[in-house]
């Protein structure tokens, strides 16, 4: 028996990446419902949109899940900068008719210091919490353990794993650069760009946790793979967007279906922050001559809008589609339906 997969309480060592903006309760609990380990990406909710997830989750479930925060540093106001990137993005606007916004602002706050979430966590506890983009107090970590809520945090270089363990995280969720999205970086300037199959295999060497490998991971073979080099699952997101249960647009499941899926590239402009999807405007366009970005996530209400503003004129030439270097190999399956068939391929590998 895999010791993680027993340790959790589930029957397939497949986690659902947990997508903000993508995951749904409904897929969080259809692949907990299979037997792997559902996720909700709740990052971007509010303490009182986090509750309502959960609850919701619960109702369709009665597996275990994981529910997923970010841990970025707060951002830094600065009017100048921002306002100087409003005003390289007003011709984009402009093309498509619509105004650049007067400012931005930060969309949503990280989990570092935010006791509203940690109560809630403390009050649902989830039978796992994930960090990405770092880590909470010390403070925050004990009292989630004392709780018995299972941690897990994901970690793009054996330093970061490092100072994950220290901390007392349970699990580590080794991201390499093939994956879609932004990746758990702690600190962006020190980005390794480390690809997943190389990653797991120096933390299955260095760390005494379980590892859990995630990044361009889209069948059973790719699973296979990482564990043969030391990981306990594998994590996956690119692979589900396609479930009907995700909340993935019609025009995002359009570009994952056609030849653009194989076209994957990293860009800061959409958010201030590093992350890989299919390339478009926001990828080359928006680098020319620009000016430096504001701190993410302040940077994201302006993409937002761009990417908004494109929808609305029809055009998905400013889309926010994240996926991985894997996407070309997606299917359009359930999501218990997928999970079935990753099992089967991972045991015609074995």
């Known amino acids: ?79 100048v900068r921002e306002q100087a990137w ?31 979430m940690l109560a809630v966590l403390l009050e649902q506890k989830p039978t796992v919490v994930s960090f990405h983009f770092g880590l909470p107090s010390d403070e925050f970590i004990d ?14 270089s054996p330093q970061e794993a490092e100072l ?62 990482a564990l043969a080099l030391g990981a306990s699952a594998a994590q996956m997101g690119t692979a589900f967007i396609l479930c009907p249960e995700s909340a993935a647009s019609d025009s995002y499941r359009s570009a994952l279906q056609s030849e653009r899926a194989q076209h994957t590239e990293i860009t800061a402009n959409i958010s201030g922050r590093p992350a890989r999807g299919i390339s478009n405007q926001f990828y ?12 993410y996530p302040i940077a994201y209400s302006a993409g937002k809008a761009l990417a908004q503003a494109a929808t609305q004129a029809g055009s998905d030439k400013y889309a926010v589609q994240w996926a991985g270097q894997g996407a070309a190999l997606i299917r359009a399956l359930p999501a218990v339906g997928l999970v079935t068939t990753l099992v089967a391929e991972l045991k015609a590998c074995q």
């Not at 299979?34 to 009182?48: D, I, R």
């Not at 295999?201 to 793979?225: E, F, K, N, T, Y």
């Open 1 to 79: 028996m895999n010791p993680l997969v027993e340790k959790l309480g589930i029957s397939h060592p497949i986690f659902l990446a947990p997508m903000a903006g993508v995951s749904t309760p409904a897929l969080a609990a259809a692949v907990s419902n299979a037997g792997g380990l559902g996720s909700l990406g709740l990052g971007a909710c509010s303490a009182e949109k986090a509750a309502d997830e959960i609850r919701a989750t619960r109702e369709q479930t009665e597996h275990p899940f994981n529910v997923n925060l970010f841990c970025h540093q707060p951002p830094c106001k600065d009017p």
């Open 86 to 116: 409003l005003s390289h993005l007003a011709p984009h606007f402009a093309e498509l008719g619509a105004a650049v916004p007067k400012q931005i602002s930060e969309p949503y706050s990280t989990f570092i210091g935010n006791d509203a």
């Open 143 to 156: 009292a989630l353990k004392k709780a018995g809520i299972i941690l897990m945090a994901t970690a793009t």
């Open 164 to 225: 994950a363990e220290s901390a007392g995280i349970d699990i580590l969720i080794a991201q390499g650069v093939e994956a879609g999205g932004h990746r758990g970086v702690f600190n962006p300037e020190d980005d390794r760009e480390l690809g997943t199959l190389a990653l797991v295999r120096l933390l299955s060497c260095h760390s005494h946790l379980p590892i859990v490998a995630a990044g361009g991971i889209m069948d059973g073979a790719g699973i296979h793979a």
């Open 284 to 295: 080359k366009a928006l680098s020319d001559k620009a000016p430096p970005l504001p701190d």
